[in-house]
């Protein structure tokens, strides 16, 4: 290898290595099983959701009921919602989701996050959208582990001087 001198040299050196110097983004395709539906898995919490995606009259479905007779909040109902009124394709997509683990509110928000990716593997061009307002991202927190010498994970037993 030669010796470098200068920065101009180290950038053309740099590009010698890599080709061209300039990267290409990622070209998202769509992935669709044999029945031509979209699956994706949505985490939350303990929650996992499985969810498929294909084009229908805006069904959705999980665990084989209603997702209104499922989820009785609406808080729960928005959330599930969310990503599609993002996506502007409300009513255009039918939806069935298995969901496992955790309670309601971890469960909810898991179908949202495997709706989300759902539509992204049948749409791809939604991704900017859905992922701006920060669907597709995995939100990580779980419940931290009780520790020995204390109530809770980090509440300490009520002190007492007599």
């Given at each position: 290898?030669?010796?470098?001198?200068?920065?101009?040299?180290?950038?053309?050196?740099?590009?010698?290595?890599?080709?061209?110097?300039?990267?290409?983004?990622?070209?998202?395709?769509?992935?669709?099983?044999?029945?031509?539906?979209?699956?994706?898995?949505?985490?939350?919490?303990?929650?996992?959701?499985?969810?498929?995606?294909?084009?229908?009259?805006?069904?959705?479905?999980?665990?084989?009921?209603?997702?209104?007779?499922?989820?009785?909040?609406?808080?729960?109902?928005?959330?599930?919602?969310?990503?599609?009124?993002a996506?502007n394709?409300?009513?255009?997509?039918?939806?069935?989701?298995?969901?496992?683990?955790?309670?309601?509110?971890?469960?909810?928000?898991?179908?949202?996050?495997?709706?989300?990716?759902a539509?992204?593997?049948?749409?791809?061009?939604?991704?900017?959208?859905?992922?701006?307002?920060?669907?597709?991202?995995?939100?990580?927190?779980?419940?931290?582990?009780?520790?020995?010498?204390?109530?809770?994970?980090?509440?300490?037993?009520?002190?007492?001087?007599?």
């Open positions: 290898m030669a010796e470098l001198n200068s920065l101009e040299e180290l950038g053309g050196a740099v590009k010698e290595v890599t080709g061209s110097g300039e990267t290409e983004a990622p070209v998202h395709v769509q992935k669709l099983d044999a029945h031509g539906r979209a699956y994706a898995t949505g985490k939350r919490k303990d929650a996992i959701a499985r969810v498929w995606l294909k084009p229908g009259t805006g069904k959705i479905t999980i665990n084989k009921k209603t997702y209104d007779a499922y989820f009785g909040r609406p808080v729960l109902q928005m959330l599930i919602h969310q990503p599609i009124k996506a394709r409300d009513g255009q997509y039918d939806i069935v989701a298995t969901v496992t683990g955790g309670g309601l509110s971890g469960q909810a928000g898991a179908v949202r996050h495997g709706i989300s990716k539509l992204t593997y049948y749409e791809p061009e939604l991704r900017g959208i859905l992922k701006k307002d920060g669907f597709l991202t995995r939100d990580s927190r779980v419940v931290e582990r009780k520790k020995y010498g204390r109530a809770k994970a980090r509440r300490s037993f009520q002190f007492s001087k007599r």
